[in-house]
C-alpha cells in the first residue's frame, strides 16, 4: 500500500511537471520586457494567447495600429507575424542546468535576414557566442562549380554576392535552427537565378549538450 502511493505521489508530482512545461513558452512571453518587443504591449501578447488557445485568429492591433498575429504556439516556441515584413520566434530550451530562452527576429526588406538573441528565463541577455560558436558563411553554402568552362560565369556571380544574408528559423517540434541562404534573391534576377544552382540547400544546427551544433549531414 505504501508503494501504491508513493507511486501516485511521483505520477502526480511528474503531471504537474509536465502541464508546468506546457505553460513555460506562453509565461515568458506575457512576462518579456516591452523593451525586447516594443511593437506589442503586454495586453496585445495575451490575448495573442488566448485567441489561438480558443482556435481563434490571433490578430491584434500593435502599438502602430497595424496588425500583429500569432502564427504558432507549442508548450516550447512562439511565432509572431509582427507586420508584413517582419516575423519573431521564440523557442524555449533546455540546459544541464537551466532554461535558456532563443529570439529569432526576421526582417524581409525585401530579403530576409534574421538576428539571433539568447536569454535567461528572467530576459536577461546572454552572449550568443555561448550557444551559437559561429553562424554558417558564405563559403558553408557555395557549392563548386560543375564545370572548368562556368568558371569565369561562377567567378563573376561571387563577386556580385557580396553581401551574405542568412534567414534563421526556430522549430516548432524540434530543437532546433535551420538557416537559409538568402542572398541571391538580393541580387539581380537573372544573376540570382543562375547563382541558385551553386547554392546549398538549408543548414540545420541542433541543441545538443546546451549549444546549437552544426548538422553533420544537409540536404543539398
Not at 508530482?13 to 513558452?25: G, N, W
Not at 532563443?102 to 550568443?128: M, N
Amino acid at each position: 500500500m505504501k508503494r501504491l502511493i508513493s507511486l501516485l505521489v511521483l505520477a502526480c508530482l511528474c503531471a504537474a511537471v509536465t502541464l508546468r512545461a506546457q505553460s513555460l513558452a506562453k509565461d515568458f512571453f506575457v512576462s518579456m520586457p516591452d523593451s525586447l518587443c516594443p511593437l506589442l504591449t503586454k495586453v496585445n501578447r495575451a490575448d495573442c494567447i488566448d485567441f489561438l488557445e480558443s482556435h481563434m485568429r490571433a490578430e491584434v492591433t500593435n502599438r502602430l495600429n497595424g496588425k500583429s498575429e500569432m502564427t504558432a504556439l507549442t508548450p516550447d516556441y512562439i511565432r509572431i507575424r509582427l507586420t508584413s515584413v517582419s516575423t519573431w520566434q521564440m523557442k524555449v530550451l533546455q540546459t544541464d542546468t537551466a532554461q535558456v530562452i532563443c529570439t529569432v527576429s526576421t526582417v524581409c526588406g525585401p530579403v530576409c535576414d534574421s538576428r539571433i538573441h539568447f536569454y535567461t528565463t528572467r530576459w536577461g541577455e546572454l552572449p550568443v557566442g555561448d550557444f551559437l560558436h559561429s553562424l554558417p558563411t558564405k563559403d558553408d553554402f557555395i557549392l563548386p562549380p560543375a564545370d572548368s568552362t562556368d568558371i569565369y560565369l561562377y567567378q563573376d556571380l561571387m563577386r556580385q554576392a557580396d553581401m551574405t544574408l542568412l534567414r534563421a528559423d526556430l522549430s516548432a517540434s524540434e530543437p532546433t535552427l535551420t538557416f537559409t541562404y538568402t542572398t541571391p534573391e538580393y541580387m539581380e534576377p537573372e544573376a540570382g537565378q543562375k547563382m541558385a544552382v551553386y547554392v546549398r540547400g538549408p543548414i540545420v544546427y541542433d541543441w545538443s549538450e546546451g549549444k546549437f551544433v552544426r548538422r553533420e549531414s544537409t540536404v543539398e
